[in-house]
């Protein structure tokens, strides 16, 4: 059972200004706790229904992780699911690391994606797509937040990001910064370099104008229809998949 | 102002049941009511706020739409939306007319597509890639619930759907019909022909083994990195973008 402190604790890393002061975030659901488990993230503590306790007991005496027994009705209560018969954990951030693509590599820039649903599920493509590192504006979405996690689907475990300034970096990038607009080079046709970035711009509003100067190549995915716009997930991945396509 | 009659007639389309039995779903926000007006779809009634109505009048007067003006409050209250300052619709259903690919003319078949965000999001990806029929088994989620709508961001107004066995369609199939598996051919190196249908299955559980036994060509998106899986909307959008790549 969860005493009063720690359930006020988790609940309080639902807000971004607790993530930050504590250096904490939360993980969700079965399969994201498994996976954090699993992976290089430091878990200070799972609450875990019995059940999720007994079949994962394996995964937490390894790491020597501390274990709250709580019933679903406590989870539910101290995180943001709807529903969560299982578990959840508190994880520690990791650093702010500054990340450049490398050779062979292709990196993502995100530059002022809102919404935490598309930035999961951004991190979700990175990782189908085997792109390892992404770099976002500080108006980016909290990549802590719990909705990104969630959507995420356990990918990032297994991507690295970076905040800050990212003009900075492409003012400093020695490869190719491919960007998306409407009216760039027809991706179908285009032959992408195998290794540089791709910038994703704004769900409204595209890449800043600030931003798009170091666009050394505007790519646009050919439309065959009526409809306005692709979301920003979907166009990363179709994007995504034109240069795997191309390089391999 | 809405009498209360009104209010609890729009409030029964939130569910299907109601749906089904007024044969009428509602349509919200600025632009998807712009869209819906300029459609083929018949609309009984616009419910919209002042600033909304006066900017928009030649749009309801030329179908001599009826027409209530109400508060930002009121709207909210009425539809399902959490923010609205500007109008909801409501819609005429359409008939549920068979729907085959012709010549020349790539379909989509649902088969259980269960979240109404993805059956949303496909809406506007086929819409993209210009395709127009969209073949829903019945257990794939109503076109018509209002997240769907609002996903689809106005497509809905530029595809036409069918609900029914799909498995029948396929029996009487003539043109090739490839489907969305982990295990098929590497959609980078195939050809498509120019015409057939793209099968998509389940979330969790993909294509039925009833479904799959009519499909021709077993396709995949390439793997690059280690996510277990693409979301529905994602794999749809890149095997479309595949698709008319390789005919165009």
Redesign the interface.
């Known amino acids: 059972m969860l005493s009063k402190n720690q359930l006020k604790y988790i609940q309080s890393l639902h807000q971004k200004k607790y993530r930050q002061q504590h250096g904490a975030f939360l993980v969700e659901g079965a399969k994201s706790v498994q996976e954090v488990l699993q992976s290089d993230f430091q878990t200070e503590l799972v609450v875990a229904t019995e059940g999720f306790y007994k079949e994962n007991a394996h995964l937490t005496d390894h790491q020597r992780t501390p274990v709250e027994i709580a019933s679903v009705a406590e989870l539910e209560r101290a995180g943001t699911l709807e529903s969560n018969n299982a578990a959840l954990a508190v994880v520690r951030t990791k650093e702010n690391r500054p990340l450049l693509a490398g050779p062979n590599e292709i990196a993502l820039i995100l530059d002022d994606i809102r919404d935490p649903g598309n930035l999961g599920?951004i991190l979700?493509?990175?990782?189908?797509?085997?792109?390892?590192k992404i770099l976002c504006s500080e108006t980016t979405a909290d990549v802590y937040n719990p909705k990104v996690i969630s959507a995420s689907?356990?990918?990032f475990t297994?991507v690295n990001w970076w905040y800050g300034d990212i003009t900075r970096v492409l003012a400093q990038a020695t490869s190719a910064v491919y960007g998306a607009f409407l009216d760039g080079e027809d991706v179908?046709s285009l032959g992408f370099d195998a290794s540089g970035y791709l910038v994703m711009g704004n769900e409204s509003n595209g890449i800043r104008p600030e931003v798009g100067t170091f666009v050394t190549q505007r790519v646009t995915?050919?439309?065959?229809?009526?409809?306005?716009?692709?979301?920003v997930?979907?166009a990363t991945?179709?994007l995504l998949?034109?240069w795997?396509?191309t390089i391999?």
């Open positions: 599920t979700r493509i990175a990782d189908w797509y085997g792109v390892r689907k356990g990918s297994r179908h995915i050919p439309r065959y229809g009526d409809a306005e716009s692709l979301n997930g979907i991945a179709v998949d034109n795997r396509r391999n």
